[in-house]
């Protein structure tokens, strides 16, 4: 019998795990993720946007998150033109999946949301715009106790470490439904992308356990800004900040995470731009990390890869982790705007 699993289905049952506050080391590729507020606005008319997240231990996959997300603008029937829609008020609406596994799905939690925003231009040219966004997320546990596969020995195993599971009942599939609002600034042209956005999500992570310590809904508050500007001859430069902040049992859970990327030009038409991002970030208190991006007029494409600085890899367990990311935009391009690697 493997002690790490003894190990794992030990947090589990002793400190009652709930799903984790997501780690992306790329989150500015995935609107939704980011905020409810920037359903709708991207450059084409709609897009997917994918992430898939592998953090490992000692060499072991411990997390494994995928996200996927789709949103689209709708278009105002009254527009008479309909070169002139990106000079309108409009609607946009997405869905979002996110799968969080735990060892190969031992324990698993999937969200379902869907999204809202409504977009305000404040300018005539559509330059600048605020967005309200607002949506709603189910979510589902599941643990698989037949990955555990160690039979008897489990309890005592289990009973030597400390703990018992006769103190706690196992739900079977639970779930719970959570809200989530924002509000997003963007300024937008040619040469020029900005976004300001404030967010604060209101859930409850389902708990696979029935016990007196069950805890209470959480509220995670979250802020962003994404800056990229034209450098010269469409070379440009990236810049993105992060915060994220909740109240986990009592003790405060927060992530910041800061860093920039440097766009340079592979080839450029008229109407269609590819760029080569080369940049690198750090996660407050956790890890460096490198990032490699691709983007084409209506693809962008990203890895990333986590060089963690916390107390963690000083001990014997070594922890590592990448990420890529993937982008696809369908439909017309929304005015003569700069191409950024945020859409």
């Given at each position: 019998?493997?002690?790490?699993?003894?190990?794992?289905?030990?947090?589990?049952?002793?400190?009652?795990?709930?799903?984790?506050?997501?780690?992306?080391?790329?989150?500015?590729?995935?609107?939704?993720?980011?905020?409810?507020?920037?359903?709708?606005?991207?450059?084409?008319?709609?897009?997917?946007?994918?992430?898939?997240?592998?953090?490992?231990?000692?060499?072991?996959?411990?997390?494994?998150?995928?996200?996927?997300?789709?949103?689209?603008?709708?278009?105002?029937?009254?527009?008479?033109?309909?070169?002139?829609?990106?000079?309108?008020?409009?609607?946009?609406?997405?869905?979002?999946?996110?799968?969080?596994?735990?060892?190969?799905?031992?324990?698993?939690?999937?969200?379902?949301?869907?999204?809202?925003?409504?977009?305000?231009?404040l300018s005539a040219e559509n330059k600048s715009?605020?967005?309200?966004?607002?949506?709603?997320?189910?979510?589902?546990?599941?643990?698989?106790?037949?990955?555990?596969?160690?039979?008897?020995?489990?309890?005592?195993?289990?009973?030597?470490?400390?703990?018992?599971?006769?103190?706690?009942?196992?739900?079977?599939?639970?779930?719970?439904?959570?809200?989530?609002?924002?509000?997003?600034?963007?300024?937008?042209?040619?040469?020029?992308?900005?976004?300001?956005?404030?967010?604060?999500?209101?859930?409850?992570?389902?708990?696979?356990?029935?016990?007196?310590?069950?805890?209470?809904?959480?509220?995670?508050?979250?802020?962003?800004?994404?800056?990229?500007?034209?450098?010269?001859?469409?070379?440009?430069?990236?810049?993105?900040?992060?915060?994220?902040?909740?109240?986990?049992?009592?003790?405060?859970?927060?992530?910041?995470?800061?860093?920039?990327?440097?766009?340079?030009?592979?080839?450029?038409?008229?109407?269609?731009?590819?760029?080569?991002?080369?940049?690198?970030?750090?996660?407050?208190?956790?890890?460096?990390?490198?990032?490699?991006?691709?983007?084409?007029?209506?693809?962008?494409?990203?890895?990333?890869?986590?060089?963690?600085?916390?107390?963690?890899?000083?001990?014997?367990?070594?922890?590592?982790?990448?990420?890529?990311?993937?982008?696809?935009?369908?439909?017309?391009?929304?005015?003569?705007?700069?191409?950024?690697?945020?859409?």
């Amino acid at each position: 019998m493997k002690l790490k699993y003894i190990i794992f289905i030990f947090l589990i049952a002793a400190l009652k795990v709930e799903g984790q506050n997501f780690v992306l080391s790329q989150p500015y590729t995935s609107a939704q993720f980011m905020s409810p507020a920037s359903v709708g606005n991207g450059v084409y008319e709609q897009r997917v946007q994918a992430i898939m997240r592998n953090q490992l231990f000692n060499g072991n996959n411990l997390f494994r998150t995928y996200v996927v997300g789709w949103d689209k603008r709708i278009k105002n029937k009254n527009t008479e033109v309909e070169e002139e829609l990106n000079q309108k008020d409009y609607l946009g609406i997405g869905a979002q999946i996110i799968s969080d596994q735990l060892v190969g799905g031992l324990l698993q939690t999937n969200y379902v949301s869907i999204n809202t925003a409504y977009h305000i231009a404040l300018s005539a040219e559509n330059k600048s715009s605020l967005s309200l966004g607002l949506g709603g997320t189910f979510s589902q546990t599941f643990l698989d106790e037949s990955k555990l596969n160690l039979g008897s020995q489990l309890y005592g195993q289990l009973n030597g470490l400390g703990s018992s599971l006769s103190t706690y009942t196992f739900k079977k599939f639970p779930y719970t439904l959570s809200a989530n609002t924002g509000i997003l600034y963007m300024r937008h042209d040619n040469e020029h992308f900005f976004q300001l956005s404030a967010n604060a999500f209101l859930y409850s992570v389902p708990d696979v356990t029935e016990s007196v310590n069950s805890s209470a809904s959480n509220m995670r508050i979250a802020g962003f800004m994404n800056l990229e500007n034209i450098i010269n001859e469409y070379s440009t430069y990236l810049l993105h900040a992060s915060y994220n902040f909740r109240l986990n049992n009592g003790e405060n859970d927060r992530q910041i995470l800061l860093g920039a990327s440097f766009g340079f030009p592979l080839s450029y038409d008229y109407g269609t731009v590819k760029r080569l991002y080369v940049g690198g970030y750090y996660r407050y208190e956790d890890a460096f990390i490198p990032t490699l991006s691709f983007m084409m007029d209506k693809y962008n494409v990203g890895i990333s890869y986590d060089i963690y600085s916390n107390n963690k890899t000083g001990a014997t367990i070594k922890q590592n982790g990448f990420e890529i990311s993937f982008s696809k935009s369908f439909g017309k391009k929304k005015g003569d705007l700069l191409k950024t690697l945020f859409d």
